[in-house]
């Protein structure tokens, strides 16, 4: 990573290094680079011993206060952390969407009630979140969401519908968007509401996925009795919270994607260099084109943890960053994918290339220009917010 390091930067990178070269286990299947790594449900049980050597070394959520399990480490230890976890292959890091976003919410916004029964435990994995924003009719134009909590004595009764829950069907626990006011303003009338999975009530149903997988689920909620002690701000404050962690999942990604990315186009130029299509202009202007955008993803990603250095969230540029790294992965492993000829649309088997690797993250590579805000969301963002332009 091109930071930088003062000796103390050093110490915690070599002390990162020393724990991942003790502790990666050692018949991890996915080596980096290769295999396929979707997280099935029965890899999570793994997964979550691995994640709790993380939680007791200190080395996840790092930047959170010690006293909620982290080590009030500055912003670009996480970036170190995080392209050291890349380099050494590291086992994927489970309950990402509680982590990145309800860990945050809860940070900025959550009572110290809240923080101490919840943060901790979201960080060692013992309790799994999912995030229960889109409903159907209701992706784009979030505020528009249906589903209600209405206060009942001391609880909030929840009725309504929930898609593409990443995670539904492991997660312990959602944070949800929740009508709570239905006379006010659409984006005045949400709270944001901790629902524990495993409430009377709630069901969860898979949805299978383009990659095979059944990582999503629709959850529908009839009757679900939630303790109003489970309401994070005001009862009609979710619009704001949603949206000041939204600029954290769009704008911290850049640093651990381009390190992800490097480590394959680096794979991808070494084949190509010893091999006849490596010597076609269209192959190597494209080769070079990849190369040059992975810079400025990475430039964008240290601008954002420089602004958070200083104290500043990540504001609207999270979404040129988000927008900008989304489409550069679809260019990228559409590329390679392109390489492999008639090998490249084999998904397992003897003859898929690096066990279906390329495959894979190309299908997967699809999504990124849908979730945490469509590309289009993104672009229009962008013209109001950066550029000044009209509301469309
Ligand atoms: C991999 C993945 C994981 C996800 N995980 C979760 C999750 O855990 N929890 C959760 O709540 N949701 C999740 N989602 C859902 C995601 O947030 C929504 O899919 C996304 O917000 C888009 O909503 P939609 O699918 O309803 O599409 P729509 O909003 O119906 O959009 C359809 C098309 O119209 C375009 N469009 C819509 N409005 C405008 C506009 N104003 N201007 C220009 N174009 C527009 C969109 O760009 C898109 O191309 C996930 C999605 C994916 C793909």
């Not at 790092?62 to 952390?81: K, N, Q, S, V």
């Not at 810079?295 to 200083?310: D, F, H, K, Q, T």
């Not at 805000?373 to 109001?384: D, H, K, L, M, P």
Request: aromatic share 8%; hydrophobic share 35%.
């Amino acid at each position: 990573m091109e930071i930088v390091l003062t000796e103390e930067d050093r110490g915690f990178r070599d002390e990162v290094r020393e724990f991942l070269s003790r502790e990666i286990p050692r018949d991890w299947p996915h080596p980096p680079g290769t295999g396929s790594f979707e997280i099935g449900e029965e890899e999570f049980p793994r997964l979550r011993t691995w994640q709790r050597k993380l939680f007791d070394a200190r080395l996840i959520g790092i930047t959170w206060p010690a006293e909620y399990g982290g080590r009030d480490a500055p912003p670009h230890h996480d970036a170190i952390l995080q392209d050291e976890m890349v380099r050494a292959g590291a086992p994927p890091t489970i309950n990402l969407l509680g982590i990145s976003l309800c860990g945050p919410a809860l940070l900025h916004y959550g009572s110290p009630e809240q923080k101490s029964r919840w943060l901790a435990k979201m960080l060692s994995g013992e309790e799994v979140w999912c995030q229960g924003y889109s409903e159907p009719g209701s992706g784009s134009d979030l505020a528009s969401l249906r589903t209600t909590a209405v206060l009942r004595g001391d609880d909030y009764v929840v009725n309504g519908q929930k898609v593409w829950t990443t995670d539904g069907k492991v997660a312990d626990w959602m944070f949800c968007l929740v009508r709570t006011d239905q006379q006010a303003p659409k984006h005045k009338g949400i709270g944001f509401l901790l629902i524990d999975m495993k409430s009377p009530g709630v069901e969860v149903r898979p949805l299978r996925q383009i990659t095979g997988g059944t990582e999503f689920c629709e959850v529908f909620f009839t009757d679900v009795v939630v303790p109003r002690a489970n309401l994070v701000g005001h009862p009609t404050q979710g619009w704001l919270i949603a949206n000041t962690v939204l600029g954290y999942e769009r704008g911290t990604q850049a640093l651990s994607a381009a390190s992800t990315f490097d480590g394959d186009l680096g794979r991808l130029a070494d084949e190509l260099r010893g091999s006849d299509r490596g010597a076609d202009p269209r192959v190597r202007q494209q080769l070079a084109q990849l190369r040059i955008d992975l810079s400025i993803l990475r430039l964008l990603g240290l601008r954002v943890l420089a602004g958070l250095r200083e104290g500043r969230a990540p504001g609207s540029e999270a979404s040129m960053i988000k927008l900008f790294k989304s489409e550069l992965e679809q260019r990228l492993y559409g590329f390679a994918v392109d390489q492999q000829g008639p090998r490249g649309a084999v998904w397992g088997g003897e003859h898929a290339v690096d066990d279906g690797h390329w495959h894979w993250r190309m299908l997967w590579s699809r999504a990124g220009t849908i979730y945490a805000g469509t590309s289009e969301v993104q672009r229009n963002i962008i013209a109001q917010r950066v550029l000044g332009l009209p509301r469309d």
